[in-house]
């Protein structure tokens, strides 16, 4: 029976995260997209690697920005998932990364920022 019920909170846990995401709404996204700005844009590397593309691309593989080596090492091919882990607090998923951001708490709007950005990077066709 204990499995039964650890089965069930694994589960409750999964269908709380995966709407998040679904529910994202892409203009409050772009709103809080503003404190990425500082450091972000999406077509030029400024402070950070720009994001245009950022779905499906292995993290720290721009070739033409410098990246920590924690961050090209680290494996994480960026998508709603990881984005989601990464925008809790760079530095507790790769530490040694140099995006020093604290990280955004609420899942909401990490999953605006999430639906904004599943916009606004996509490559042109
Ligand atoms: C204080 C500056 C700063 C802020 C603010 C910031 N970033 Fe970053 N970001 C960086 C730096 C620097 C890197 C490169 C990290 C490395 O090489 O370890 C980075 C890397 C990234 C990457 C990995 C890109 C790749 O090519 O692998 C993503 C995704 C990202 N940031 C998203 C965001 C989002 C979304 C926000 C806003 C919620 C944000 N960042 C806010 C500085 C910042």
Redesign the pocket.
Known sequence: MRHGIVGAAVAMCVTAVLPAFAGGDAQRGQL??T??Q???QIDRNV?????RG?FG??????PD????T???NSG?V?DAQT?DQ??QG?AKM?P??????AG?ADPQERAD?IAY?QAATKLPP
């Open positions: 809080a997209y404190q990425c500082i450091c972000h402070i950070g690697p720009r994001h950022l691309r292995k993290a720290g593989s721009l920005y410098n990246y920590s924690a961050l090209k994480i960026w984005l990464w925008l760079p790769v040694g990364t140099k995006m020093v951001f955004v920022l950005l």
